[in-house]
């Protein structure tokens, strides 16, 4: 039998915020019905603050209460502050989950990250229409339909090390097991190229970032008329000028400085930040 905090089970019997935003600003999906758990997510946004939030979920007690929590942790704060939780503030927030039912925080997370991905202050930015058919994520597991980066950032956020805690933390592998060599193969890339960026030299790392905008990004932004200038490097924010076309329209800026933003965590890890200087 699974041990539940007070307020897991708190938020499983009275949860809060159930239900729809019919003109909400942003929504945003996880997991699937046949995969067993499912939440969709409403968010309602005024001056770059949250100002409502409501969900509706298919799933365990853990599922409801993760989601539930959600909604209380994201209402009054403004968009920057939501979009830096994680599942683990998630689940400390409900005073833990059993390692069994992480994924629900996960699942939380992932589709509080989907809401907020193609929302911007100027309007919705479509930024798989921007980049193509390349933004299509890598699935690892076809039974639960986990994605490569999925499996990442869970790795990434808590510190997993075995397959059996990715497979607590994303149902990643829990079902036929064909998946999970190839979980084993991101735990040990991450893990690799951790210890790759410990012992990268200052230069090493800022010639890394630039090689990344040279041959990625700026030629892609140079079809649209644009382009992108290296300014600074201060650890993992990245200080750049866009130019020509991206400085003329705002909406074109904040279009094309989230598709730079996107290959740079893409390309060397989700914690990296891009702010643009004039």
Not at 46 to 75: H, P, R, W, Y
Not at 142 to 156: L, P
Not at 181 to 204: L, P, V
Not at 255 to 270: H, N, P, R, W, Y
Request: proline share 1%.
């Amino acid at each position: 039998m699974w041990d539940y905090s007070e307020k897991v089970m708190d938020h499983y019997r009275n949860p809060r915020n159930v239900g729809t935003i019919d003109d909400a600003d942003a929504i945003g999906s996880a997991g699937s019905l046949a995969c067993g758990d499912q939440l969709k997510i409403y968010l309602k946004i005024k001056d770059n603050i949250v100002t409502d939030a409501k969900f509706q979920t298919f799933g365990c007690g853990s599922a409801v209460a993760s989601s539930s929590i959600l909604t209380e942790m994201i209402i009054g704060k403004t968009v920057d502050e939501v979009r830096k939780i994680t599942n683990k503030d998630i689940a400390d927030e409900l005073g833990g989950l059993p390692p069994e039912k992480m994924h629900c925080s996960v699942m939380g997370y992932e589709a509080l990250e989907d809401a907020l991905k193609s929302y911007h202050a100027d309007g919705y930015i479509d930024l798989e229409e921007l980049k193509g058919e390349e933004t299509k994520e890598k699935m690892i597991c076809t039974c639960f339909q986990v994605t490569e980066n999925v499996i990442w950032d869970a790795i990434k956020q808590n510190g997993l090390k075995t397959v059996e805690e990715v497979t607590n933390y994303t149902k990643a592998g829990g079902a036929c097991g064909k998946c999970r060599s190839a979980i084993q193969d991101i735990i040990n890339t991450y893990y690799n190229k951790e210890k790759s960026e410990e012992s990268m030299t200052t230069t090493q790392w800022i010639l890394k970032v630039n090689n990344v905008i040279e041959t990625q990004i700026s030629p892609e932004l140079q079809k649209d008329g644009g382009d992108i200038e290296l300014v600074d490097i201060k650890n993992k924010t990245i200080y750049v000028k866009l130019k020509g076309r991206c400085s003329g329209c705002k909406n074109s800026t904040m279009t094309l400085k989230s598709f730079a933003e996107k290959i740079l965590q893409d390309s060397l890890g989700s914690d990296i930040t891009i702010i643009e200087v004039k």
